[in-house]
């Protein structure tokens, strides 16, 4: 999910949706364009669709970072992003597609689940963000010709998305922070940089650090939170989260405050 920049939005391809207008939209196997759009993506990984996918395919948090995405920061941004690393074939096909099917359907991405939308923030002065959308399918996509019909909301249920948008919203009003660089000398490679990618992309090694560090000493962590982080790997990624706001730039928030 994107930071817009609300005075450039005309600029932007694809038509804007009101929360209350419809866009046509259908993909099924029929179709000649069934699983064209997943070939030679730039497709970006949240913290939630890491969690998801690497549970579903039976890897740690780190496992699946190093096999499958690539760092990269965006123009703008002082925090790298994941970006899914394609197939070494002639299609550069997404690695998780098989003979046509997506082998990870139910875990899809957050980018994945919501095609042909996408999704973006724009944040205001006070740091509140508010959600706009975008119809965008490729030339290519005969799924914009069909005849089902929906709006932004209806979508993001047949899909099962609600979860995903919620957390892909909160990691988007957290990136909004890194529009100014927050390491100083250190660089976005440095130790405190490196602290925020365990705490939001790698869960795994993060619960231990809650765990098996004076983390639970140096911070006040409600009770029910530290029971829940211990099999809630959605509680923990909050925990990252609002760990990283206090971290770097003081935040408190229910989750974790300084002791």
Not at 27 to 49: S, V
Not at 195 to 216: G, H, I, K, P, Q
């Amino acid at each position: 999910m994107k930071i817009l920049d609300p005075e450039r939005m005309d600029e932007l391809p694809g038509r804007r949706l009101g929360p209350d207008e419809s866009f046509c939209f259908e993909c099924r196997p029929d179709l000649e364009c069934f699983g064209q759009c997943c070939r030679n993506l730039n497709l970006f990984l949240y913290p939630y669709d890491v969690l998801r996918l690497r549970k579903n395919l039976g890897m740690t948090s780190g496992q699946f970072v190093d096999r499958h995405t690539h760092a990269v920061l965006r123009p703008g941004s002082h925090f790298p992003d994941l970006l899914l690393g394609m197939e070494e074939n002639e299609e550069k096909t997404c690695p998780f597609l098989g003979r046509g099917l997506c082998r990870v359907y139910a875990d899809r991405p957050d980018a994945c689940r919501t095609f042909p939308v996408e999704l973006g923030l724009i944040t205001g002065p006070e740091g509140e963000a508010g959600q706009v959308a975008f119809f965008r399918p490729p030339d290519f996509c005969q799924g914009k010709d069909q005849e089902r019909t929906f709006t932004v909301e209806t979508w993001e249920k047949d899909q099962n998305a609600l979860v995903h948008h919620r957390m892909t919203a909160q990691w988007g009003r957290l990136m909004a922070h890194f529009s100014v660089d927050p390491w100083g000398g250190e660089g976005p490679s440095g130790p405190r940089a490196r602290m925020a990618f365990m705490a939001t992309y790698n869960l795994d090694e993060f619960r231990r650090f809650v765990r098996e560090s004076s983390f639970l000493k140096r911070h006040d962590v409600p009770r029910d939170v530290v029971k829940k982080i211990r099999t809630d790997d959605l509680e923990l990624l909050g925990l990252g989260m609002d760990w990283v706001r206090l971290f770097l730039w003081g935040i408190p928030s229910r989750r974790v405050r300084p002791r």
